[in-house]
């Protein structure tokens, strides 16, 4: 009988279908690289196909649910953010239009 995979070696994202959105984004080499092998890896493991921009969303999704400070943000209906002391490490072409 063949084994099934552990939980914990499944992917985390859920790929159901929800209408996308465009947006348009660039990141780092590094970080393009791992989509594209997070993409495989729902292949190998799930049979289903993952293109780079359900990999992103369900990454971002993922994210913003486990980020607790988003998460009590969202259910104070805060339409502030806290504005943090520190500077911003973006650099002057993240605010820039």
Known sequence: MPKTPRASALPKLDFSEDPLKELRVNVRGS???LIARYAEFV???RGQKADKNKVVDGGLEVFFAEDIGF???L???STKPAVSAAPSTAGP???EP
């Open 31 to 33: 970080v393009h690289a």
């Open 93 to 95: 072409s993240a605010t």
């Open 71 to 73: 998460q009590k943000f």
């Open 75 to 77: 259910k104070d209906g």
């Open 43 to 45: 292949e190998r493991t």
